[in-house]
């Protein structure tokens, strides 16, 4: 198993922090839940990003992260199929707030939650990039890079990242009063949702 120095694992958790606050899809989609659904829902999606980060970790240990370092036009299909994705996601909301006539109390369980989370971060190739070139650099020269190593490595700053996502619900729950969250009917909550997803389809499509 890698060991790690205390000065390095400052910095790796200082590195992981840092990422962590660095605007992209998951975190749009986290600070919206959290205004929208309140602290325990944010908590919900953070869960469900590191979830998803897990999948990338295990592409990164794996070496399979390199073949989109060898062939950009593999990370452009997958940001493509993504960006298409959330758009037809949005599409979908949008429909449904069309249709929905009655103005009722939210319907959007914390569990869908949770799975759109997994599904946003497992779609975001950058994760897996930044698995692969930021995990090595943690590794003594000596070392061989193995499975196990990087897994590890990998798993650790995906927890510290997960650390910064709650610190992100937290500092976002405080901008959210009950009484706001009260008033929010499942049309509304359907309308955000279609929007949340059309903006993360459009910044896909926009980093091209």
Request: with cysteine; aromatic share 14%.
């Amino acid at each position: 198993m890698a060991t790690i120095s205390e000065a390095k694992l400052a910095i790796l958790f200082a590195s992981c922090l840092g990422f962590s606050l660095i605007p992209g899809p998951s975190m749009v989609y986290l600070i919206s839940r959290t205004i929208y659904e309140g602290r325990k829902a944010g908590f919900l999606v953070a869960t469900g990003v590191f979830t998803g980060s897990q999948m990338h970790v295990l592409i990164a240990a794996s070496g399979m992260a390199t073949i989109l370092l060898a062939a950009p036009w593999l990370l452009a299909v997958i940001k493509i199929l993504g960006g298409t994705y959330f758009v037809y996601l949005g599409m979908v909301k949008f429909f449904s707030f069309h249709r929905s006539k009655v103005k009722e109390k939210r319907t959007h369980g914390r569990a869908a939650s949770f799975k759109e989370s997994v599904v946003i971060e497992t779609l975001n190739p950058k994760s897996s990039l930044f698995y692969l070139a930021f995990l090595p650099q943690f590794l003594t020269s000596d070392t061989s890079i193995t499975f196990w190593m990087m897994f590890w490595l990998g798993t650790l700053s995906n927890i510290f990242i997960t650390l910064g996502d709650f610190l992100i619900v937290f500092l976002s729950s405080l901008f959210c009063k009950p009484s706001f969250q009260a008033s929010l009917n499942s049309r509304k909550d359907i309308l955000i949702q279609g929007l949340v997803f059309l903006v993360l389809g459009i910044t896909i499509f926009g980093s091209l």
